[in-house]
Structures are given as C-alpha cells and as structure tokens.
C-alpha cells in the first residue's frame, strides 16, 4: 500500500491495496483516493443504492452509480471526465 494524494480530502494518505473496480475506473480510484475516503464511499454507496433502488448488475444503473462514485470522490476533471 503507497501513499497517494487523495482527490476527495486533499491529504497524502496510504492508498488502497489494489483496484477496487475493473478498467479505468478501478485505476483512477487507486491513483487518487486514500483508504479512509474510499470507506466513506462504502457507506455513502449503501445509502445511494438504496435511496435510488439500482441494481448494480443493470449497466445504466451501474453506470449511474459509477457517477455518484466519480462526484463523491471528486474525481472529475473540469469537464466532468473521469
């Protein structure tokens, strides 16, 4: 586990111990977020899914939630890319 400057808290913090997604999405969230942010993604994930009712296994609800990840996380560059 290195240390990584964490887009969401702004702090150099360990980082994960390896992609928590498939792709780019699982690259960009291990280069740019710390551990401790990416629990509170867990939690807030839990209480998102919930509140929308998505079923991760649908491709657009998936999709919709990688955005809330992307936002949560602030891991969006100016023109709302990931």
Partial sequence: MTDVHCARCGQTRPGLAAAPLPGKSGETVLARTCATCWQEWLGAQVKVINE???????????????????????????????
Avoid: H, V
Wanted: net charge neutral; hydrophobic share 35%; no cysteine.
């Fill in 52 to 82: 929308y009712r998505l079923s991760p296994s649908d491709p657009k609800q998936f999709d919709f939630l990688l955005a809330q990840l992307r936002a949560f996380l602030n891991l969006e560059d100016r023109e709302g890319r990931p």
